[in-house]
């Protein structure tokens, strides 16, 4: 039974998350519906992260298992046809060996987060970024945002309903610069609690608009506690935009 790696690229918009949730319109069942009209198979769609509602992706992974091995470019190319005209695109698939896993095998994920930046709202663009109309100071973002590298207790930056069985995780990178009208939010770590990265973007957004200083950034962190957490983030501007793994796929067939 071939296991296929699906590289994904999705708008988050019109969907309750990646999960499927009963009859709500989600990533995960519309990819389903689409290999079923396909192959005549029932399958179940793995995810190596499970996006909130609104969330978008640029280079998601997830993996299925087929009854036939079929060619990889014959799969990604029959489900981008039976999937229109949905904001759901295959962008790559390969054939991996079966302990590898979607989920479990990955190293490392990727999250950017984008906030367009000027007195006026987005035209081409809504829904796709978090608009802010008073100035960001990206320099002091960045700084700010160092003191969160690193093995921390983020229960502050936890959401409520988060199921992780520990609220400690290291982040290894959190950088933010300014690209023209747009701030940039970049994060990795191997992984993330549930709302981990929108609660800490609306939190360094609060230094970028001259509200917090990096000292109470520091202090929100070290409160370990979910009332120390600034705004959180709209579901908007973030982007599922990386995830890798030790191991490079197989040369799809």
Request: net charge positive; glycine share 6%; charged share 25%.
């Amino acid at each position: 039974m071939p296991r296929y790696k699906l590289t994904l690229e999705y708008d988050g918009g019109p969907y309750h998350g990646f999960q499927a949730q009963g009859g709500l319109p989600s990533i995960q069942a519309s990819i389903e519906r689409a290999v079923d009209a396909f192959c005549g198979e029932t399958v179940r769609c793995f995810t190596a992260g499970r996006t909130d509602a609104g969330v978008h992706a640029t280079g998601a992974v997830a993996h299925i298992d087929l009854e036939k091995d079929w060619p990889a470019a014959t799969v990604r190319n029959a489900l981008n046809a039976l999937l229109r005209p949905q904001p759901i695109v295959v962008l790559q698939a390969d054939i991996e060996p079966a302990p590898w896993h979607a989920r479990f095998s990955a190293t490392e994920r990727r999250y950017r987060y984008r906030i367009l930046n000027r007195a006026t709202p987005p035209a081409l663009e809504q829904g796709k970024v978090w608009h802010v109309k008073k100035p960001l100071d990206a320099e002091a973002m960045h700084a700010a945002a160092q003191v969160l590298v690193g093995n921390h207790d983020f229960t502050t930056f936890r959401d409520l309903a988060c199921q992780a069985n520990s609220p400690v995780k290291t982040l290894d990178l959190a950088r933010v610069h300014r690209e023209g009208d747009e701030v940039r939010l970049d994060f990795a770590s191997r992984s993330f609690l549930h709302r981990q990265v929108r609660s800490m973007a609306g939190s360094i957004a609060e230094v970028g608009v001259g509200r917090w200083t990096a000292a109470d950034l520091k202090a929100a962190l070290e409160a370990r506690d979910r009332q120390a957490c600034g705004p959180v983030a709209p579901a908007d501007g973030l982007y599922l935009t990386r995830v890798a793994y030790d191991q490079p796929a197989n040369a799809s067939k």
